[in-house]
């Protein structure tokens, strides 16, 4: 497998390359704001588009997209009630890039479209799930959809590596079980209070344990 984490610009930005080395071809996640550097990796490696993914419908990540169709013919994937879509996609769901299978999780809260990609033991996490962080909300039930949401990808293994949308943590990539020992948001799981709570003083609690 081809998996490549790439700086795509805007408020520092990730985007992701997976490849099927067998078969030569490949999907894109949220290749913007700028997707020069990605289109670079693919023709590099000579791999043929199929998809380009978008964790959620903000513009920072979706501003690519007519550049792919034009230059590759490739399909735009989002969660089914976006839509953006060519094709929609549902909780669970899975779609084939040469010989690897991707699965999705829908994993509204910071967006209601949000969906988070995993492939063998990659999880590209959008703006979901950050290094020591989690994504902005904007009312008390879009706090209660991102609680729920990573409850349920605490479900996957420890090795489990998070790849997020932006870099905002302390390092590029984490694991599900650093983030399980590590991330405030995700120790306060245990109580939504207690999670709403922290989204609500970020600020201050960030200045108070010295966080970036």
């Not at 009630?81 to 779609?95: H, P, Y």
């Not at 590596?161 to 905002?168: E, K, L, N």
Request: aromatic share 10%; proline share 3%; with cysteine.
């Amino acid at each position: 497998m081809i998996f490549e984490q790439i700086k795509t610009g805007g408020d520092r930005n990730f985007g992701y390359l997976i490849g099927c080395d067998i078969q030569k071809k490949c999907a894109v996640v949220d290749p913007s704001p700028d997707p020069g550097p990605v289109i670079k990796r693919i023709e590099e490696f000579g791999l043929d588009v199929l998809y380009v993914i978008n964790t959620h419908s903000h513009f920072d990540h979706t501003g690519g997209n007519d550049t792919f169709k034009k230059k590759f013919n490739a399909k735009l994937i989002l969660h089914a009630s976006s839509s953006l879509a060519d094709i929609g996609v549902e909780d669970k769901e899975t779609i084939d890039v040469g010989t690897l299978m991707l699965i999705f999780i829908h994993t509204p809260g910071h967006t209601e479209d949000s969906i988070c990609i995993r492939v063998e033991e990659e999880l590209m996490t959008g703006d979901t799930l950050f290094v020591g962080k989690v994504g902005g909300t904007y009312s008390r039930k879009e706090a209660e959809d991102e609680f729920s949401s990573l409850m349920r990808l605490q479900q996957l293994h420890d090795q489990t590596r998070v790849w997020s949308g932006h870099d905002y943590g302390v390092k590029p990539y984490s694991t599900i079980g650093e983030e399980r020992i590590n991330n405030p948001f995700i120790l306060r799981l245990n109580s939504f209070d207690d999670f709403l709570w922290l989204k609500n003083n970020w600020a201050s609690y960030k200045i108070e344990h010295g966080i970036k």
